[in-house]
């Protein structure tokens, strides 16, 4: 009997000091680890992984050209149609432009009954005025937009040369993609309009290439909604309209009744954060300004708590400009909030067959998996529940978004190669 207790005890004291992590079920099963092994044998996959490494200098002279290609917000027309020949030149059996701008390339595969898509995002961070000339330092590029995520681009080119020179066929249509609109207030705009509700083409599966090192298997979408909120006044001189409402002192306590509530309710509870991120307004110093806005930002991985935080700062802005005008000024300020972006959240099972194949391939090259959460394309077929996930670029790299953007090809092939994988895995090899 004692030692059966001791026993209990000693299994109790396992368990306490496994990390939570290892008891989610985040394990490998055994099917896909024997699907990869298969896969990764395959004498046609073998000659495409031969293709990919042959192919590594074109793929940095590709990202070097697509890199001085610029793909300002709203403004990548000029990468799309480079994008565009690329693809062409690699082998797509059909290449195109939607009515949004996103570029889009078809492989046929045998039975045509699915659609498997290999995305990387087109726009970048930054305007159309700055200098995107890629630098050598070494064995190290510099230039913005280097990694972020015009190396995604890159490898998806190399992906579909890989293919077609190993002449793999796949049972699913493969759809090779490069969308608009995924940075900042370009709100997703490319993936949203391709997963529309009267879109042509329905997506079975979602791959896209985005962030940093191989090992990233992004399976959650991190949502957010950002609003630009305008606070409206007459205006006037500062000694001669003294005691006019002023929409600086409105929005003023506007942050505050935000901060005060939003602080509250995200100290407990699922991660939710929020952030006032830009201020603006006013003419000059001596002038009581006629209209000063600021643009928020509110995130949450739970679609419920999202909504919450959401209805805490319209309910806060409404109440600060209700407050403010029943204090002892002349006139009134009025309020416009204006919708900037939103994003959906949500999360896939790690048992999805889509994430079990990316975290076995990912294992395959000796790389251990990691789940992850981000806010990337994949957010929109994640919300959807249509199974898709986000793996790393490779390489090593930093300072993205920044104009000392880096990218450094180490062992950079090996990422192209796991692309490839999971995309095959998840249309199926039929020859």
């Given at each position: 009997?004692?030692?059966?207790?001791?026993?209990?005890?000693?299994?109790i004291m396992v368990i306490a000091v496994v990390p939570a992590s290892a008891q989610d079920s985040n394990e490998i099963e055994k099917k896909y680890v024997k699907e990869v092994e298969k896969t990764?044998?395959?004498?046609?996959?073998?000659?495409?992984?031969?293709?990919?490494?042959?192919?590594?200098?074109?793929?940095?002279?590709?990202?070097?050209?697509?890199?001085?290609?610029?793909?300002?917000?709203?403004?990548?027309?000029?990468?799309?149609?480079?994008?565009?020949?690329?693809?062409?030149?690699?082998?797509?059996?059909k290449v195109w432009v939607d009515e949004i701008g996103n570029v889009l390339a078809l492989r046929k595969g045998t039975e045509g009954n699915r659609n498997v898509v290999l995305d990387?995002?087109?726009?970048?961070?930054?305007?159309?005025?700055?200098?995107?000339?890629?630098?050598?330092?070494?064995?190290?590029?510099?230039?913005?937009?280097?990694?972020?995520?015009?190396?995604?681009?890159?490898?998806?080119?190399?992906?579909?040369?890989?293919l077609n020179?190993?002449?793999?066929?796949?049972?699913?249509?493969?759809?090779?993609?490069?969308?608009?609109?995924?940075?900042?207030?370009?709100?997703?705009?490319?993936?949203?309009?391709?997963?529309?509700?009267?879109?042509?083409?329905?997506?079975?599966?979602?791959?896209?290439?985005?962030?940093?090192?191989?090992?990233?298997?992004?399976?959650?979408?991190?949502?957010?909604?950002?609003?630009r909120a305008v606070f409206k006044g007459r205006g006037g001189h500062s000694w001669?309209?003294?005691?006019?409402?002023?929409?600086?002192?409105?929005?003023?306590?506007?942050?505050d009744y935000f901060t005060l509530a939003a602080s509250k309710y995200t100290s407990e509870g699922a991660k939710t954060s929020f952030n006032v991120g830009r201020i603006g307004g006013g003419t000059s110093v001596n002038s009581i300004p006629f209209e000063s806005w600021m643009e928020v930002d509110m995130r949450s991985l739970s679609p419920e708590r999202l909504l919450e935080i959401d209805s805490i700062f319209r309910a806060s802005m409404e109440k600060a400009?209700?407050?403010?005008?029943?204090?002892?000024?002349?006139d009134k300020v009025t309020l416009v909030l204006e919708k900037i972006g939103d994003r959906p959240s949500g999360r896939h099972p790690a048992d999805m067959p889509l994430i079990q194949r990316a975290m076995a391939a990912t294992d395959e090259f000796g790389i251990k998996p990691r789940l992850t959460t981000?806010?990337?394309?994949?957010?929109?077929?994640?919300?959807?529940?249509?199974?898709?996930?986000?793996?790393?670029?490779?390489?090593?790299?930093?300072?993205?978004?920044?104009?000392?953007?880096?990218?450094?090809?180490?062992?950079?092939?090996?990422?192209?190669?796991?692309?490839?994988?999971v995309t095959l895995l998840e249309a199926g090899i039929a020859n």
């Open positions: 009997m004692k030692k059966a207790l001791k026993l209990i005890v000693l299994v990764v044998r395959h004498k046609r996959v073998v000659k495409a992984f031969e293709v990919i490494d042959s192919q590594d200098a074109q793929t940095v002279q590709n990202l070097i050209t697509l890199t001085e290609t610029p793909a300002p917000p709203f403004k990548e027309e000029e990468r799309a149609q480079v994008f565009k020949e690329m693809l062409e030149a690699a082998g797509a059996d990387a995002h087109l726009d970048t961070v930054f305007p159309i005025e700055t200098d995107v000339t890629v630098k050598e330092k070494g064995d190290t590029l510099l230039a913005p937009g280097i990694g972020d995520d015009t190396r995604g681009l890159s490898m998806v080119i190399t992906v579909l040369k890989a020179v190993a002449d793999i066929k796949t049972k699913s249509d493969l759809i090779f993609i490069g969308t608009v609109g995924e940075e900042g207030l370009g709100d997703l705009r490319g993936v949203k309009h391709l997963f529309r509700e009267d879109a042509e083409m329905k997506i079975d599966s979602w791959i896209s290439i985005d962030g940093g090192s191989i090992g990233r298997v992004n399976s959650g979408a991190l949502g957010s909604k950002r609003y001669g309209a003294f005691g006019l409402a002023n929409p600086h002192h409105a929005l003023g306590k506007a942050i400009v209700e407050d403010y005008n029943a204090s002892d000024v002349d981000g806010s990337t394309n994949s957010n929109i077929p994640i919300s959807l529940g249509i199974p898709a996930v986000t793996i790393g670029r490779g390489g090593r790299g930093g300072k993205g978004h920044s104009l000392e953007e880096w990218w450094l090809n180490q062992a950079g092939a090996r990422a192209v190669k796991l692309a490839a994988l």
